[in-house]
């Protein structure tokens, strides 16, 4: 069983920052890209950044150089540090992994976490 636990978020004014975590625990062999969704109320999920394995990054457009996508030492957490935050970032943000647990290649999303930028 692998679970994804995410935290951080909360509300801050536009043009601060804010950090989101999510950490994979479990039965875990390796795990390919890990990635950061989020969705807006009444909108469609979308992706915000992409970290692969080997740590080649990529960010949607609204994002790029505000945004920065890492993994810790232990390579089982990925981090999504905001800064110049916008009101049109406020959203609920998840993360997404894909898990080789050493028999089967699954998707995880974590249970999501809000973040709420005021103007």
């Known amino acids: 069983q692998v679970q994804l636990v995410e935290s951080g978020g909360g509300l801050v004014q536009a043009g601060g920052s804010l950090r989101v975590s999510c950490a994979a625990s479990g039965r875990i062999f390796s795990i390919n890209a890990m990635r950061w969704y989020r969705q807006a109320p009444g909108k469609q999920r979308e992706l915000v950044a992409v970290?692969?394995?080997?740590?080649?990054?990529n960010y949607a457009d609204s994002v790029k150089g505000r945004f920065t996508i890492s993994r810790g030492n232990a390579r089982n957490t990925v981090y999504l540090q905001m800064s110049s935050l916008k009101p049109e970032d406020t959203a609920v943000y998840y993360c997404n992994v894909k898990i080789f647990s050493g028999l089967r290649l699954d998707n995880y999303w974590g249970q999501g976490t809000q973040v709420t930028v005021s103007s």
């Open positions: 970290i692969s394995s080997s740590d080649t990054t």
